[in-house]
T-cell receptor, first 112, second 113 residues
């Protein structure tokens, strides 16, 4: 399993862009990179997934360099409601039943 | 379409008691998972099931058993509860196609005294 390393916590202010970087040095060829968001007392929720280069959806962008040893989740113009824990996961794309490891995540605090 | 449902939402057990946590999904997903989350910590995988009829251990399987009853249902059993098993338990499921998004249930908050 590819292990991931993320900052434990980050602070930001409303309206700013937030970038959270995840390191995954031993990512395998078949691995995809997935980010989840978790609010208190709720289960995690899928944000975005990518394999290489850049992926964008309505809530975030994911930047993956050519060597794929890291990835950056970008949240544009955050609001107070983006305060949550963000998890970076790396897993095998060939088997949907793979064992994903969540790790400790990054606690994002958005201040007014 | 309810997604992933879990019962019960809350439970208090005494040390040594047993109980089964129930999970069901209505999305026709093959893979299902059980996680635990201790206060202030990330999720740790207890068991998972890649398909009906198969189960595999995750990171922290000791003290737990699972049953993949059918494609919809995946239960987690604590045979003899211990205070160290006080946690929030999440069930999740994943489809067979990209992006392999995990859908999580609302969680069961378990306290063992």
């Amino acid at each position: 399993l590819a292990k991931t390393t993320q900052p434990i916590s980050m602070d930001s202010y409303e309206g700013q862009e937030v970038n959270i970087t995840c390191s995954h040095n031993n990512i395998a060829t078949n691995d995809y990179i997935t980010w989840y968001q978790q609010f208190p007392s709720q289960g995690p929720r899928f944000i975005i997934q990518g394999y290489k280069t850049k992926v964008t959806n309505e809530v975030a962008s994911l930047f993956i360099p050519a060597d794929r040893k890291s990835s950056t989740l970008s949240l544009p113009r955050v609001s107070l409601s983006d305060t949550a824990v963000y998890y970076c996961l790396v897993g095998d794309s060939d088997n949907a039943g793979n064992m994903l490891t969540f790790g400790g995540g990054t606690r994002l605090m958005v201040k007014p | 379409n309810a997604g992933v449902t879990q019962t019960p939402k809350f439970q208090v057990l005494k040390t040594g008691q047993s109980m089964t946590l129930q999970c069901a999904q209505d999305m026709n997903h093959n893979s299902m998972y059980w996680y635990r989350q201790d206060p202030g910590m990330g999720l740790r995988l207890i068991y998972y099931s890649a398909s009906e009829g198969t189960t595999d251990k995750g990171e922290v399987p000791n003290g737990y058993n699972v049953s993949r009853l059918n494609k919809r249902e995946f239960s987690l059993r604590l045979e003899s509860a211990a205070p160290s098993q006080t946690s929030v338990y999440f069930c999740a499921s994943t489809g067979a196609f990209l992006p392999y998004e995990q859908y999580f249930g609302p969680g069961t908050r378990l306290t063992v005294t």
